[in-house]
């Protein structure tokens, strides 16, 4: 049982044209959303469900109309591809499970790419492991690849590299995964659809007296002892990995929430004042990046000269020709210590060069890296995004 002060009775989404209740996210307001399908509503005995997927990719073209970023984390590849392969084994081996996400993933990318072309959307197919968010290289690759992409007005489909995943490098669930991604993107807001239309008390399927939560202000262990395991046949996950994913999401500064999602056009729903669970945020995305930047045990310096240290102030970004010194042996997203001359500590970043690089190209203008190093150089050392300026 939640603590009373953790659940607020009657509190949901809103319609557009109303305000939103004060304090709660408002779908309809959102920067950059990511959506989690699950296999389940994409994928039943007759395969893929393209009337229901037709009317989720409306409701993603009207987003972007609004100029929303949209991401969308779909599970249903190995759902999908099974079926194509006519395995019907309750439980597929590792290679079989790689082998029909092999063939559900390419027909998956392609029912969104034909599904929101007609809208003007352009699709792009992103696969990941866990081990691309937990290497720093690979997490930050992964972040420039989707922050290019949204730039560019893209709708990113994301799922888990089920060919190549093995247990030790999986996130197992796309809950997990979605949450993730909104941390990683700097999302505002994360929506789970899902065959439950939020969080209860206990189970609504089998405990009548189970009650629904509107609104989840804090994550307590009362809270988090509701999470129960998957319900569906085709889904890994349940709600403790609903609750697990909440956790990564509103420490990251990214509302959550849970919904019904097997009706058509189900962001529209949501947006209409469909009954969800909102999970709220501690912070906004770039306040609590900000702070787990700053929170990092640095293990470089760099020493800049009066130039850049005024830059810094001003909210820019921190060029190699501002570089006077470079200290210690990182890596490429690495956390570094920013100082002045006399060693007063400017800012904290992550840095996008090795101490290697970073040292040949320090002092150097933008239009003189790329003859020193070899390569087409990024434009900054530490980037502004990736800075927690301050002591």
């Not at 690759?141 to 290019?148: D, E, F, I, V």
């Not at 490098?169 to 796309?174: P, V």
């Not at 999470?227 to 403790?240: A, E, F, N, R």
């Not at 840095?351 to 239009?367: H, M, V, W």
């Amino acid at each position: 049982m939640a603590a009373l002060g953790d659940i607020h009775p009657g509190a949901g989404a809103v319609p557009e044209a109303a305000p939103a209740s004060p304090g709660l996210p408002d779908i309809a307001r959102a920067r950059r959303l990511v959506i989690k399908i699950g296999s389940a509503l994409l994928v039943d005995e007759g395969g893929l469900r393209t009337g229901w997927l037709r009317a989720l990719c409306d409701d993603v073209a009207e987003w972007r109309r609004r100029g929303v970023d949209v991401i969308l984390v779909s599970s249903g590849s190995i759902a999908l591809g099974r079926r194509v392969l006519d395995l019907r084994a309750a439980a597929l081996t590792l290679e079989q499970a790689q082998a029909a996400a092999a063939v559900g993933q390419i027909r998956l990318a392609r029912a969104y790419e034909e599904m929101l072309a007609p809208s003007g959307v352009t699709t792009g197919q992103v696969l990941v492991t866990l081990e691309d968010s937990q290497d720093r290289r690979r997490y930050l690759n992964s972040r420039a690849t989707m922050q290019t992409l949204l730039a560019l007005g893209v709708v990113p489909i994301v799922n888990e590299n089920d060919t190549v995943a093995t247990d030790e490098i999986r996130f197992g669930d796309n809950d997990r995964l979605a949450a993730q991604i909104a941390v990683t993107c700097g999302a505002d807001q994360l929506l789970l659809l899902s065959d439950v239309d939020g969080l209860y008390t206990a189970n609504p399927k089998t405990d009548p007296d189970a009650r629904h939560i509107p609104v989840v202000e804090r994550l307590t262990p009362e809270i988090e002892a509701m999470g129960g395991d998957p319900v569906s046949g085709l889904s890994k996950g349940g709600m403790k990995t609903k609750l697990m994913a909440a956790r990564t999401a509103v420490a990251g500064g990214c509302a959550m929430a849970i919904a019904e999602g097997s009706v058509l056009r189900p962001l529209s729903a949501v947006a209409s004042g469909a009954r969800v669970t909102w999970f709220l945020p501690e912070g906004d995305p770039h306040a609590a990046r900000k702070r787990w930047i700053a929170a990092m045990k640095p293990r470089g310096e760099l020493v800049v000269d009066a130039g850049a240290a005024r830059a810094l102030a001003d909210g820019r970004s921190l060029l190699p020709a501002g570089v006077a010194a470079v200290a210690g042996n990182f890596l490429r997203g690495d956390p570094v210590a920013i100082v002045d001359a006399g060693g007063v500590r400017l800012a904290q970043g992550i840095a996008r060069y090795d101490a290697p690089e970073a040292r040949r190209i320090a002092g150097l203008r933008s239009d003189e890296i790329a003859a020193v190093l070899g390569y087409e150089p990024r434009a900054a050392l530490v980037h502004r995004d990736d800075m927690a300026v301050g002591r």
